[in-house]
């Protein structure tokens, strides 16, 4: 089973950055696309970005595009989303997960508000 613990939200200021970390347990990330995803209050659960195994290639929401950078540590079992230039619609709760989201993966996630 795997375990995801998502870290490093916190209130921000419009225009501000964040880092966020997915450390994963359990089973090895290692050759899994792994993704991030986000609900805001009173919407639905939302794709952000996603990063490949092996060429690292990433994808990313139109939304976010330009701002935010997912990245990955495979030695570290770890996924990264650098957040910059951040808005007050980017408040959410951050989840990670493998891509496509497995529904017993979920994570508590990390709140993430942006104050304008």
């Known amino acids: 089973q795997l375990h995801l613990v998502e870290s490093g939200g916190g209130l921000v200021q419009a225009g501000g950055s964040l880092r966020l970390s997915c450390a994963a347990s359990?089973?090895?990330?290692?050759?899994?696309?792994m993704g991030w995803f986000r609900q805001a209050p009173g919407k639905e659960r939302e794709f952000v970005a996603r990063i490949s195994w092996i060429s690292q290639s990433t994808y990313y929401a139109d939304s976010v595009k330009g701002r935010f950078t997912i990245s990955r540590d495979n030695a570290k079992s770890t996924v990264y989303l650098q957040m910059n230039s951040l808005k007050p619609e980017d408040t959410a709760v951050y989840y990670c997960?493998?891509?496509?989201?497995?529904?017993?993966?979920w994570g508590q996630g990390t709140l993430v508000t942006v104050s304008s």
């Open positions: 359990g089973l090895t990330i290692r050759r899994s696309v």
């Open positions: 997960n493998i891509h496509p989201a497995r529904d017993d993966y």
